[in-house]
């Protein structure tokens, strides 16, 4: 017993240990279990998560998967694979070696932006999607990373940082956008491809829009009346909304308080299962100024949005989406003894539906906005309630699309109708409205190394009657990294309501202005030439550009009775060159542009008013200490011709302004965001002569946003 006792003693250890043992033995059978890898990719700039980047292991081409919203993917790695690569739109390309072992290994990704995100999709050039690299117009983008890097929340306070592009401000409040020359009323606005209404005095203010519902603006300089009819003379900004993640939700939510009285709230998030997506946003913002205006005694502008968007999609390649827009703004500013009030309303809506047919496209879209204006003045600080005069305007666009292959051509076709209506103490009438049928086409050809673009649109309205505007691009594509563009082009403004209509008649100044209904559109010829060099740590842009135009529209000397009146009277020109370039330093992106500028108004010989002559500007950001990201941008803006005399000689001419703001970004735990800042850091002020600047601007914002959920 004693012996038996003493082999079972050596024989049951000895048994579990073969068997705690076997599964060591598989790599001598040639049976190694994979390795689980697990990758989290973030943006390296401002550590959130990246969506959608692809996973590539090993040698090959092909992606083993992608991203979810949390910028997380969880796979096994085969024996041997040791090389990881990771991909994305506007990210340089991230390879790394795998540690060896079939234990689980984590990888924390941190990709770099690239200079200039070629690969990215568009769709302003060509009203269909294509990569950013192969539009043949000039195509700038501003991504949804780059719009935070500035700190703005309000769409004009972000463009008027861009090359080309100045601030329009002036009486009655608000702060729009020149572009090469051309003004505020020149420039077309769209928000996914549809017009936004909403001038007061031919100016559409910008900052009545918010960025928190953006993922991305497109700029396109130059006439683009071809695609999209009136006021696309100057060029085009398209504000493209935020998509839902490819799954689960997110959200976020935004505070900031700042000098002057700024305080801004705003919320937003995404869902998507399936086909079904939706996203929705909403804020207010508050500020003690009056957009475009300098003056700060007793001003502020008060809003609050809200947006919201549904889009379905299904497996045979068809989808039907709808968006509505919601705006409500009051604001209140001071000139000589009486105080201006600007009550305004904005409502959009938008209903879209398309199909994949082979390798072409069908969409169509109605759109629908309206914006009321409510002008008032007192000589206290609040509006009489029954007082002002109104302004109420309305658009109804149906457009049908066609994207496909013609022959060894492609082809964007299309035609629009267009029912604009306007309400108005002002008038001669108390409603008017105007009827237009406008059909377009634009072909693509491309031959070796070069792609040229012929295009018309033929726009009939019943008032104006009719217009054509055509225009031939060319791309050529000398290298991978250089590519030239050209572009000849036309482009027109029809007359607004009040141009034909107007009346109003001002009895203790002495004098009226009343419309003219005989006024034809006004048009320009436009040409431009430019080079692109593009590397994946810098870049070089450079264009020269020339803009004859006749025939616009200015009110002209009063006749005896001290009536003033519109006509198509004035002719001039614009002509510039833009040089912008930048470059990847290490962790650090610095940038830099100039704009020159020469204008003409060719009845007095002198040059266009509030157009500066040069404008330079620099950018750069970076880690700095303690994981903080800072960024700093700065703009010297030339000498300004702001008035005229009746002979047409220049009486004043507003100096040079410099100015610089500087952001400080810093990621907390559990989603938290901190950043700080200062707009016009160096406190420059020069009174009225620079509508819009008035003094520094400190602020604090904290932002939380969640991951993907299920």
Do not use: C
Not at 382 to 388: E, K
Not at 423 to 434: G, I, K, Q, V
Not at 446 to 473: C, H, I, K, M
């Amino acid at each position: 017993m004693r012996g038996s006792r003493a082999w079972r003693a050596l024989l049951v250890p000895g048994v579990l240990g073969l068997a705690h043992a076997a599964p060591a033995v598989a790599p001598a059978q040639g049976i190694t279990p994979p390795a689980t890898l697990e990758v989290r990719v973030v943006d390296r700039d401002s550590s959130r998560p990246v969506e959608g980047a692809e996973i590539i292991l090993g040698d090959t081409l092909a992606s083993v998967g992608r991203t979810n919203s949390e910028g997380e993917w969880r796979g096994s790695v085969g024996d041997g694979v040791r090389r990881l690569r990771v991909r994305r739109l506007g990210y340089l390309l991230h390879e790394s070696r795998l540690a060896p072992g079939p234990t689980p290994v984590r990888e924390v990704v941190r990709l770099a932006p690239s200079i200039v995100p070629l690969g990215a999709m568009v769709v302003t050039a060509a009203r269909r999607e294509q990569r950013l690299a192969d539009a043949v117009v000039e195509t700038e983008l501003i991504s949804r990373a780059e719009l935070e890097r500035t700190g703005a929340t309000d769409v004009a306070a972000a463009l008027v940082e861009r090359s080309g592009l100045q601030l329009d401000g002036g009486v009655p409040a608000g702060a729009g956008v020149q572009m090469r020359g051309f003004d505020s009323r020149r420039v077309l606005v769209l928000i996914d491809g549809q017009p936004l209404i909403g001038r007061v005095n031919g100016n559409l203010d910008l900052s009545r829009l918010s960025l928190a519902s953006l993922e991305r603006v497109e700029i396109v300089k130059g006439p683009q009346s071809i695609l999209y009819g009136s006021e696309a003379m100057g060029g085009v900004v398209n504000l493209i909304t935020r998509s839902a993640p490819e799954s689960g939700r997110t959200g976020s939510l935004t505070v900031l308080s700042g000098s002057q009285g700024r305080r801004e709230a705003s919320a937003e998030g995404g869902w998507r299962r399936g086909g079904l997506s939706a996203t929705a946003d909403a804020g207010a913002r508050h500020l003690d100024l009056a957009p475009g205006l300098a003056g700060e005694a007793g001003t502020f502008a008060r809003r609050w949005n809200g947006a919201a968007r549904l889009r379905w999609e299904s497996e045979a390649g068809g989808w039907l989406e709808g968006s509505v827009l919601g705006i409500d703004e009051r604001q209140r500013y001071r000139a000589g003894q009486l105080f201006h009030f600007g009550d305004n309303t904005q409502l959009g809506a938008r209903v879209a539906a398309g199909r994949a047919i082979g390798l072409a496209r069908l969409s169509a879209t109605l759109s629908a906005s309206s914006f009321d204006h409510l002008s008032r003045s007192s000589t206290r600080d609040v509006p009489a309630s029954d007082s002002g005069a109104r302004d109420r305007q309305r658009l109804v666009q149906g457009e049908l699309l066609w994207n496909g292959i013609l022959g060894s051509a492609l082809i964007d076709a299309g035609l629009a109708l267009r029912r604009e209506s306007i309400e108005a103490d002002r008038l001669s009438d108390e409603a008017y409205h105007l009827l237009g049928v406008e059909p377009f086409a634009q072909l693509t050809v491309t031959r070796g190394a070069f792609n040229v673009s012929p295009g018309v649109r033929l726009s009939w309205n019943e008032r104006w009657g009719d217009f054509v505007a055509p225009r031939l691009a060319v791309m050529m594509r000398a290298s991978e990294f250089l590519v030239f563009r050209g572009a000849l082009g036309r482009g027109f403004r029809a007359p607004d309501f009040k141009e034909l209509y107007l009346r109003f008649v001002n009895d203790a100044a002495g004098y009226a202005v009343i419309g003219n209904p005989d006024l034809r559109p006004e048009h320009s010829a436009s040409a431009s030439l430019g080079a692109e060099w593009t590397g994946a740590r810098s870049y070089l842009r450079a264009t020269a550009f020339g803009n004859d135009y006749r025939d616009f529209i200015e009110t002209g000397a009063p006749d005896v009775s001290g009536t003033y009146t519109y006509s198509n009277v004035a002719r001039g020109w614009t002509r510039g060159v833009e040089l912008e370039g930048g470059v990847l330093a290490g962790a650090w992106r610095l940038d830099g542009g100039a704009d020159l500028l020469g204008t003409r108004d060719l009845a007095t010989r002198t040059p266009l008013l509030g157009r500066p002559e040069y404008t330079l500007r620099f950018g750069a950001s970076g880690p700095t200490l303690a994981g903080v990201h800072g960024g700093i941008t700065a703009a010297y803006t030339g000498p300004t011709p702001v008035s005229r005399s009746p002979e047409g000689r220049i009486t004043e001419e507003r100096g040079g302004f410099f100015r610089l703001d500087a952001r400080l970004v810093r990621q907390l735990r559990s989603g938290l965001e901190l950043s700080v800042g200062a707009t016009n850091a160096l406190d420059k002020r020069l009174g009225d002569a620079w509508p819009g600047y008035t003094g520094r601007q400190l602020y604090a914002q904290v932002r939380w946003g969640t991951s993907a959920l299920p």
